[in-house]
């Protein structure tokens, strides 16, 4: 089993920043895939970015040039830096943690942007 703690959501203005933090802990394999995904209210979940153990990075194209994804593997923590971000970045972001065939998913923290 994987547990997933979320942290750093929040309400921030258009145009401001947040970082959030997944930590990741239980019965973790080097060899996996984290990343962020989020929901809006009635809509399917979807990917915003994701990081391999060995560094590569896919992002959604909404979020290109804004988000950067990274990882401590020592740690098993994965975070979200957010810049620039838009009213339409509003959503709860879910971490989630895929290896051997299963994936794990946070508890969800929200993101609101607002003026």
């Known amino acids: 089993q994987v547990q997933l703690v979320e942290s750093g959501g929040g309400l921030v203005q258009p145009g401001g920043s947040l970082r959030l933090s997944c930590a990741a802990s239980?019965?973790?394999?080097?060899?996996?895939?984290m990343g962020w995904y989020r929901q809006l209210p009635g809509k399917q979940r979807e990917l915003v970015a994701a990081?391999?153990?060995?560094?590569?990075?896919s992002y959604a194209d909404s979020v290109k040039g804004r988000f950067t994804i990274s990882r401590d593997n020592a740690a098993n923590t994965v975070y979200l830096q957010m810049n620039g971000l838009k009213p339409e970045d509003t959503a709860v972001y879910y971490c989630?943690?895929?290896?051997?065939?299963?994936?794990?998913w946070g508890q969800g923290t929200q993101v609101t942007v607002s003026s």
């Open positions: 239980g019965s973790i394999f080097s060899g996996n895939v």
């Open positions: 989630n943690v895929g290896q051997l065939g299963h994936n794990y």
């Open positions: 990081i391999t153990s060995g560094g590569s990075t």
